[in-house]
């Protein structure tokens, strides 16, 4: 069968980099020759917000005072999910030696970045579950010092329940600085901080192109766009909460794709019925964006097979991946490109998102064709040595010799002939490119 779209996007999601770029770059030009004086200048003109920038202990604590009791324990509850879920993965990676030849051994250490920066956003949206997967990955990482911004509201500054959800997790520094500025200070170790070896956390457009152009001088998560969800969905699906989950990422923003991929033409047709319905009974800001997003952005896609639809679905490479379809086995060893899978209708993308301990910082515009999400990984640098005795060096000496003149690089070949010199004096070698011993 012919793959069919029952409905198609009018747009594709992407920035509009050239405007945005130059706006970033500017700013962040200012900032770093400006330093603390100009992020703080800059974060009254945008923000709105002249507080302090830097949280001190008792404005911590003001902060945690007014977080409700239940939603601490949900933020607990979700902490703790994501902080074991993190220390699973770091016994998953372990520092090994081996010897390769009788008394040559390389081996393999991971070594945690000394400083993270953590951008958790708090506009529209405040983003506790955002503090919650960066902070905590970084935390189990082992990084050894941690800074989060936040953007501050006027006359209130950031979200209580980001003040108190970021210290729970083990940030040692919280600045109130949003956008640019907010990564501009993470990047050029502002207000105390030290400059950080890498800046990972969601944002919008402006934090997405600080942290693309930043990239090289520091390390970052991935280059990130719109959130993007797919469900591949067969007849037995409920089309009530397929068309739930559509929406419910859909709220995300106006350009944020989502798809239904599906072999039942009964089960899209139901779902394009019940969706309207769904986003006409949100909040005002909420409907807005998920209106758009369906409108301009959503795709509804009818193939023949199951097989056609898991090619449709790598082929889209989602951040988000639902399946909610017989044989989850079947589907979950046959699927290659995505951020982050949910399998079956008792789990959902929100899930994830907020409280069940994979992590929400995830690869979009198909990125997850060769990346995957963020995890304590993510803050590791696998690093590499060897140790010889002389004996054992021989015949790797040789070895280098004859490569190294072979793509004429003589400075190379002579750091293995000095030794072979030095360690086995009267024994002649032909280390010529082509030679034999």
């Known amino acids: ?236 699906a409920d089309a009530e909460i397929v068309a739930a989950d559509l929406v419910g990422q859909a709220e995300h923003g106006y350009n944020s794709p989502v798809w239904l991929v599906t072999d039942s033409r009964d089960l899209a047709e139901r779902v394009l019925a019940i969706v309207p319905g769904l986003i006409a009974d949100l909040p005002d800001a909420n409907r807005t964006s998920a209106a758009a997003a369906w409108r301009d952005y959503a795709e509804v896609i009818l193939c023949g097979s199951r097989e056609e639809m898991a090619t449709v679905s790598d082929d889209e490479a989602p951040e988000h991946l639902t399946v909610q379809a017989q044989d989850l086995d079947w589907w979950r060893d046959r699927l290659k490109c995505y951020g982050s899978l949910f399998l079956g209708e008792e789990t959902t993308v929100a899930y994830g998102d907020k409280a069940s301990g994979t992590n929400h910082v995830l690869p979009t515009s198909g990125a997850a064709r060769y990346t995957g999400g963020l995890s304590v990984h993510k803050y590791l640098k696998i690093v590499t040595w060897q140790q010889a005795t002389r004996a054992a060096s021989k015949d790797v000496a040789i070895a280098t010799a004859r490569i190294s003149r072979l793509e004429g690089m003589e400075g190379h070949a002579r750091t293995a002939d000095i030794r072979l010199r030095k360690y086995f004096p009267g024994e002649n070698f032909d280390l010529s490119a082509a030679g034999d011993s």
Do not use: W
């Open 1 to 236: 069968m012919t793959i069919e779209y029952l409905k198609k996007a009018g747009r594709t999601s992407q920035t509009d980099t050239a405007e945005t770029r130059a706006t970033v770059e500017k700013l962040l030009a200012e900032i770093e020759a400006g330093g603390d004086e100009a992020a703080r200048r800059i974060a009254i003109a945008l923000d709105r917000y002249d507080g302090s920038i830097v949280l001190g202990r008792d404005e911590i604590e003001a902060a945690a005072a007014k977080v409700p009791a239940k939603l601490k324990d949900d933020i607990r509850f979700a902490h703790d999910n994501v902080r074991r879920f993190a220390e699973r993965q770091m016994q998953s990676l372990s520092d090994f030696e081996y010897e390769l030849s009788p008394g040559f051994v390389a081996g393999q250490k991971s070594i945690p970045c000394r400083a993270a920066g953590c951008y958790v956003p708090g506009g529209r949206y405040s983003h506790v579950a955002s503090a919650i997967m960066t902070v905590t990955t970084a935390q189990v990482a082992g990084c050894d010092n941690i800074t989060v911004c936040s953007p501050p509201r006027p006359e209130i500054g950031i979200n209580p329940a980001i003040v108190f959800t970021a210290d729970l997790c083990g940030a040692d520094r919280i600045l109130a600085l949003g956008g640019v500025q907010g990564v501009a200070a993470l990047a050029f170790g502002l207000f105390g901080a030290p400059p950080a070896d890498i800046i990972v956390g969601p944002g919008n457009q402006f934090v997405a192109e600080a942290k693309r152009i930043l990239f090289g001088r520091v390390g970052i998560d991935m280059f990130a766009g719109p959130t993007d969800s797919l469900i591949l969905a067969d007849a037995s």
